[in-house]
């Protein structure tokens, strides 16, 4: 197992200089440990109940299970060229699989998937990229152009690079941002009432009010720094990834702790292991993690 050391200790970024943080967030001498590389491109980790990671090989069209006990194993493949994950409140593992451009839930132990959105207005999707689901089994998901060498079309399908909100029954589909130049990242609070969502075309990450129809409003900037993935921890901190590795934020916007990879882009992050406070980094061609003093938190 290969350790990176943090560089030059960050975790006076994460002290109680802030009245939001009462102990850092990093766990005191954790350093970051590689578990796995020589994958093509990672990306979408997400955690189950029991606190297992899975995340995606996209090039290589697979999903990748890192168990409580440190194994890893091929969990799904071909996985629809999978991208950003999330589990529900069921433990049903939800995915972007933009090989067709669709939203999918992947059934856990039969390991089949269910395409529950591949349209919108009989368009095709311009290719799912991040998703969260609500409390209530309702989903937010970012929907932005990256022309993938696996696509038989070379144009957007939709003009609007948006946001789109899915109704619990799955049945009704509804455009929520359509002011974004690339959205990206997607996560939300564990309470439903507050969805963070970034703007990697414009260097932005912003967050809305879930009002009770599951409209948006009250946009806030958060910060202005590009993203990929995001995730939050129980102090309601928001995480974000890029090519300066993981970046922790509080609510209020105060930049909190950095911990930097090594790596040219660190795509994602997620929460997890037997007590859901490891911290899982998904970072060009590695998987890493780190011992944090936080948990993470699901709907």
Known sequence: MHLITILSYFFAMATASS????????KEGATLQKLAG?????????SDAEGNVYFTDQPNDRIMKWSVD???STYMQPSGRSNGMFFDRKDRLWSCADAKNELWIIDKNKKKETVVVKEYEGKRLN???DVWVMPDGSAYFTDP??????????EQPIEIQGVYFLS???????????DFNKPNGIVGTPDGKK???TDIGDGKIYHYKINPDHSLSDKTLLCEERSDGMTIDERGNVYITNGNGVTAYSPQGEKLVNIPTGQGWTANVCFGGKDHSTLFITASTGFYSID????????
């Open 19 to 26: 009245p939001h943080q009462a102990t850092p967030l990093v």
């Open 38 to 46: 020589d994958f093509a491109f990672t990306e979408g980790p997400t």
């Open 70 to 72: 440190g194994k890893l």
């Open 127 to 129: 290719g799912p990229n």
């Open 145 to 154: 152009f990256y022309k993938r060498d696996w696509w038989d079309h070379t």
């Open 168 to 178: 619990k029954d799955h049945k009704t589909l509804t455009r929520v941002i359509a």
């Open 195 to 197: 969805l963070y969502v």
């Open 292 to 299: 944090m003093n936080v948990r993470g938190v699901k709907p």
